[in-house]
């Protein structure tokens, strides 16, 4: 059997947080037979796609199943996801849209997808971003280099805090030294 993208999506996440299928299926409220068959080319629901989006712990693998299920709906428009690279470059970012509008005019589906997408960027607006900052200030509590380099073109706005600074001990707090 030919795993679709979201199979391999769940897989992968599956694989590198150390869960099942089932567990992914349980964090979204589904039940491990609507994830099996979803893996291997059923279309979800709106709303159990949705679940499954927005109720993994880790907010990366709610992003990379949203793009897996985006990568399948556009094989099944008939297109090669080559045709349309998902990736974080945004360089061309006003043409994308241009053409999803476009294409959105004559296509139902395509266009229910926009605003299925549209809906969960307006419930989680700053994800990337938070996201972001939120990894910079872990690599900088513990002396590392962030992994988040790449994603500074995307967010410029988004600048490394400040190392932590040890707090001064206030006077008479600490212990009395014997004499």
């Known amino acids: 059997m030919s795993l679709t993208h979201l199979g391999k999506a769940v897989q992968f996440i599956a694989g590198t947080r150390n869960t099942t299928a089932t567990q992914i299926a349980a964090n979204a409220g589904l039940s491990q037979v609507v994830i099996s068959r979803a893996c291997a080319g059923t279309r979800l629901e709106a709303k159990s796609l949705y679940a499954l989006c927005t109720s993994q712990p880790d907010p990366r693998d709610n992003i990379d199943l949203l793009i897996a299920h985006l990568r399948d709906e556009i094989e099944r428009a008939g297109h090669s996801t080559a045709e349309i690279e998902v990736t974080a470059d945004t360089s061309n970012i006003k043409d994308d ?11 139902p589906q395509l266009r229910g ?3 299925q997408l549209a809906s969960f960027l307006r419930t989680h607006p700053m994800q990337a971003e938070s996201l972001m900052v939120a990894e910079e200030q872990e690599a900088y509590a513990a002396g590392t280099r962030p992994r988040t380099d790449s994603l500074r073109a995307d967010f410029p706005e988004a600048t490394p805090p400040p190392a932590p600074t040890p707090k001064p001990a206030a006077p008479g707090s600490g212990k009395a030294k014997k004499s």
């Open 97 to 107: 849209l241009r053409l999803l509008v476009e294409e959105a005019k004559y296509d």
């Open 113 to 115: 997808m926009l605003h």
